[in-house]
């Protein structure tokens, strides 16, 4: 009698180890129009009644666009002016992740080194693969959503840009792994850089919209995979406990 009282005991214990998932830390990650933005405030709001509204958003910038939410968690790795290429070769994320460690990341990037420096598609493809491998280093099990920019309302940029956007579904497919995906969003279709644009480079409301209805099932995907990871490290973890204390089992 005593064994299955403990028997039951031990799954009971089981049971709430692998319920016991804490909140998970996602890092908007990405340049003025990741920082001076209001798409993060409205992603937040979209979050709560979710399984994850206490999702933890983290970096070490709190910048927006004056969004009028006092609720939303602000922390965000958005860089007003970056370039990926110079992220990549300066090492900035891998500081920048010590700092605020992620299961999830999203990655909007690469305007800048069209617009500011004319940089080759395969350039900035190849500082995503850096900045990709800084991730899994950081965290071998990131989840990474990564975005096809944007258009510009500005200038003469789309065509560069519609030519990295092409580029980026390939390179994500060879990128892709089971532990640490890499999901690709399309934020050029059906956005306008005119309309949707304030300035014709940053989001104004309609394009926060825009942006974060892309966003949206691809990062619930993301954070499906990542909470997948906690609850069998969990299991795990209550099994090992379970292997020090056979008389449990
Ligand atoms: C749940 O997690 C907290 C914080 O990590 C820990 O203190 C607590 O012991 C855990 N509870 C169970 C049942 O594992
Ligand atoms: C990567 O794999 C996941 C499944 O783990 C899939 O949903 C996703 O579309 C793949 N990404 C690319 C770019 O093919």
Not at 36 to 59: E, H, M, P
Not at 70 to 91: M, P, Q, V, W
Not at 97 to 121: E, F
Not at 197 to 221: F, T
């Amino acid at each position: 009698m005593v064994s299955v009282k403990l028997l039951s005991l031990a799954a009971l214990v089981g049971a709430a180890v692998a319920q016991n998932t804490t909140a998970l830390r996602y890092m908007p990650f990405g340049d003025s129009i990741t920082e001076i933005t209001c798409w993060r405030s409205k992603l937040w709001d979209k979050l709560q009644g979710t399984d994850y509204a206490n999702t933890n958003f983290v970096g070490s910038g709190k910048n927006e666009n004056n969004c009028r939410n006092t609720k939303y968690d602000r922390d965000n790795e958005g860089h007003s002016g970056f370039l990926a290429i110079n992220i990549a070769n300066n090492k900035q994320l891998v500081g920048w992740l010590q700092r605020n460690p992620a299961d999830v990341i999203t990655m909007h990037l690469g305007t800048n080194d069209i617009v500011q420096q004319n940089k080759p598609v395969n350039q900035i493809i190849a500082a995503f693969t850096t900045l990709v491998q800084v991730m899994r280093d950081s965290n071998p099990k990131m989840k990474i959503v990564v975005a096809q920019i944007i258009p510009m309302g500005m200038g003469n940029f789309n065509a560069k840009i519609q030519a990295l956007n092409q580029a980026i579904t390939p390179w994500a497919q060879a990128q892709n792994t089971t532990e640490s995906p890499v999901w690709v969003v399309d934020q050029y279709t059906g956005y306008s850089g005119s309309a949707d644009n304030r300035d014709g480079i940053h989001p104004n409301a309609g394009g926060d919209d825009k942006m974060v209805n892309i966003w949206y099932p691809a990062l619930l995907g993301a954070f499906q995979a990542a909470r997948a990871d906690q609850v069998a490290a969990a299991a795990e973890a209550a099994a090992a406990e379970r292997r020090v204390m056979p008389f449990m089992a």
